[in-house]
């Protein structure tokens, strides 16, 4: 394999193949690691080697695993939905520090697998939290973490605010597609098997937001929050959709890489 070639398909191939081989061993990463001479079964040594054939050719770990860790929850993950990010989980940071009542109303807009609701209602067990998808597959999905995790998070099917009942929330969240159609990163790594509805949101990947900022505050109490994951360079303009909008102390938050990665107001 040449070196652009590797490079595409994983920065950290010790640490796949460690999880993958922990995957079908059952053994957790550190338990094969205190036993390397352990020998596998051929059923096991053959899944193992599909699976990296699999991640060879791009497939993301969280997908071959069926799993993925946000927020220290075990998410199930499908490649019907977006495999959470850790700088989804500063998004989560930065919500759980908004001055909200402790019974706050919230919806999770886009939930996908459900990361983002689930990981407040952890921490916020008086929250009321609901959160929606377009996709039937991701509803199901995030239906399934809920009750997996025990959490109370109601799901149900909707584009955005389209099909939601009255209500008025004091937080609105959402980590949307924010992806420019011909954003060249979209052809290298794990981004390439990923949902393209979860990440593409038109020629300057503003569509959807656009959308959701223009409806929230239809949907919002007057002190209520809007907050939103954006590309490390939308900042701005992101920033002026929730000015024109009318929301007040509207400021961006950084991710772990030091990007402007999210808006509030
Ligand atoms: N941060 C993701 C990426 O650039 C995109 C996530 C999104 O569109 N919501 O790969």
Request: charged letters at 25%; one cysteine or more.
């Amino acid at each position: 394999m040449d070196k652009a070639v590797r490079r595409i398909t994983s920065d950290t191939p010790r640490l796949d193949a460690e999880l993958l081989l922990a995957h079908v061993s059952g053994l957790s990463r550190s338990g094969f690691r205190a036993f390397p001479e352990r020998e596998m079964d051929a059923r096991r040594a053959a899944e193992f080697e599909d699976l990296v054939v699999q991640r060879a050719q791009g497939m993301p770990v969280a997908y071959l695993l069926g799993h993925q860790e946000f927020w220290s929850l075990l998410l199930n993950v499908s490649s019907s939905t977006l495999i959470p990010r850790p700088d989804t989980e500063c998004l989560v940071e930065q919500a759980l520090e908004l001055p909200l009542p402790d019974n706050a109303r919230v919806i999770d807009l886009g939930t996908g697998t459900g990361a983002i609701a689930l990981a407040l209602a952890s921490e916020r067990p008086g929250w009321v939290i609901s959160a929606c998808d377009l996709m039937e597959e991701a509803v199901a999905l995030a239906q399934a973490n809920a009750s997996q995790l025990q959490l109370p998070v109601e799901v149900f099917q909707s584009r955005w605010f389209s099909d939601l009942l009255a209500a008025s929330f004091d937080l609105i969240v959402s980590n949307p597609p924010y992806v420019a159609s011909e954003d060249h990163h979209l052809d290298e790594g794990d981004v390439r098997f990923e949902p393209a509805s979860a990440l593409i949101s038109g020629p300057d990947g503003l569509d959807d937001i656009r959308l959701i900022v223009d409806a929230a505050p239809s949907w919002l109490n007057s002190e209520g929050w809007l907050i939103l994951e954006h590309g490390f360079d939308q900042a701005e303009a992101v920033q002026e959709l929730f000015a024109a909008r009318g929301f007040a102390k509207v400021e961006s938050r950084k991710d772990y890489g030091g990007n402007d990665r999210m808006t509030l107001g």
